[in-house]
């Protein structure tokens, strides 16, 4: 029997960066739990391979190919929200990557774009719902990080590091103004999990996937389904006096003293 304060019955979720990977495991449990779906990225077959999942869990799915980082386009993907269903109870802000460059060679555009992206275009998503969530007086905001929102990674990651601590304190300036009004706002700091560009990665440099592996006491890099039972909980009434948090989804890697080891 599942417990009745994890029910999304009667909801609505908007989840970015529907298409793939921990956007589309997050869409889903919401919908396993009783949700409707607004599914949000700028790949259009993902989404509707994401919507096609949830129809079948008897849940509706309105999929919008969006690119977050316009945020003209994310007021369009808020009125048309607004049109289709007249209410927002849960925002999954997944949506937006990184690029990696050594810091002294680093184009300053390339920085720009990344916190284009990341920060501002995730901002956005934040205020259009915020507001919404505000005039109705609830309200779960789920931003995802990284754990290069609180630790350096290194290996070129400097621009993608810079915009998740900024998704960081997003967080919490958020929470901090909002959650007295019944806006919650949570983030979730992942470690690497696996994705088609994690992957390309790894095949491309054969000691990567065992450099990672070294840092996670799990024993096993991340799988978007792992980031589920995190989101419901998140997003549901199981979690009524958790805001401005940053929980690590990691396999321990933040546990463990960087010179530790997991194996004798």
Not at 64 to 71: A, E, H
Not at 172 to 179: A, D, I, N, P, Q
Not at 208 to 215: I, K, N, S, V, Y
């Amino acid at each position: 029997m599942t417990h009745p304060m994890f029910d999304l019955s009667g909801r609505v979720a908007l989840v970015s960066g529907a298409a793939s990977g921990m956007g589309r495991a997050m869409a889903i449990a919401f919908a396993e739990v009783g949700a409707d779906l607004m599914l949000a990225d700028i790949n259009g077959a993902g989404l509707d391979a994401t919507a096609a999942i949830i129809e079948t869990l008897g849940r509706r799915a309105v999929p919008v190919v969006c690119d977050v980082s316009d945020c003209d386009r994310v007021r369009a993907l808020f009125g048309q929200l607004d049109r289709e269903f007249g209410r927002i109870d849960i925002l999954g802000n997944v949506a937006g990557e990184g690029l990696r460059a050594r810091p002294e060679e680093i184009a300053l555009e390339q920085v720009q774009r990344v916190l284009q992206v990341l920060v501002i275009g995730r901002f956005c998503c934040c205020q259009e719902a915020g507001r919404r969530m505000l005039a109705a007086g609830r309200g779960s905001i789920l931003n995802i990080g990284s754990l290069a929102s609180i630790t350096a990674l290194g290996r070129g990651h400097i621009a993608y590091s810079m915009a998740m601590g900024a998704v960081a304190q997003m967080t919490r300036e958020l929470s901090t103004e909002w959650s007295g009004r019944g806006v919650r706002v949570n983030a979730i700091l992942p470690a690497q999990v696996t994705n088609a560009g994690l992957r390309e990665r790894m095949i491309a440099d054969p000691n990567l996937e065992a450099t990672f592996l070294r840092g996670i006491p799990a024993g096993r890099m991340g799988k978007p389904e792992d980031i589920k039972g995190l989101a419901i909980w998140l997003a549901s009434d199981a979690s009524t006096w958790i805001t401005g948090a940053l929980i690590p989804m990691d396999g321990g890697n933040l546990a463990m003293n960087a010179g530790g080891s997991h194996t004798w």
